[in-house]
């Protein structure tokens, strides 16, 4: 049974930094590229971030660039989110995804990832 699961979810100042961590079981992230989506109160989800399957491609929202950074260590079957200069607007419930089969690039799509964690929780306060 395939399981994603995010952790490193905290309450922060604005400025503050966490880490997000999703870490895989029953699938291996090594040949999958890897999504980070969040969903704020009474808004869609939306991209945030993604790595490719080698790390050699990743993508990063215009919100979030310059402040966030993914990364992956497929010893360890795990995909970070370091989130740093947080704001009030990053609040959220942050979700990783994996996609279903080895592609070149990761994508920005929800329809693009098969599998889904449960999601982890940020809130910043001003």
């Known amino acids: 049974q395939v399981q994603l699961v995010e952790s490193g979810e905290g309450a922060v100042q604005a400025g503050g930094s966490l880490r997000l961590s999703c870490a895989a079981s029953g699938l291996s992230f090594s040949t999958l590229a890897v999504g980070w989506f969040r969903q704020a109160p009474g808004k869609e989800r939306e991209f945030v971030a993604c790595i490719s399957w080698n790390g050699g491609a990743k993508y990063l929202a215009d919100s979030v660039k310059g402040r966030f950074t993914i990364s992956r260590d497929d010893a360890k079957n795990t995909v970070y989110l370091q989130i740093n200069s947080l704001k009030p607007e990053d609040t959220a419930v942050y979700y990783c995804?994996?996609?279903?089969?080895?592609?070149?690039?990761?994508?920005?799509?929800?329809?693009?990832?098969?599998?889904w964690g449960q999601g982890t929780h940020v809130t910043v306060s001003s």
């Open positions: 995804a994996a996609a279903a089969s080895w592609r070149r690039y990761c994508g920005t799509g929800r329809d693009e990832y098969a599998f």
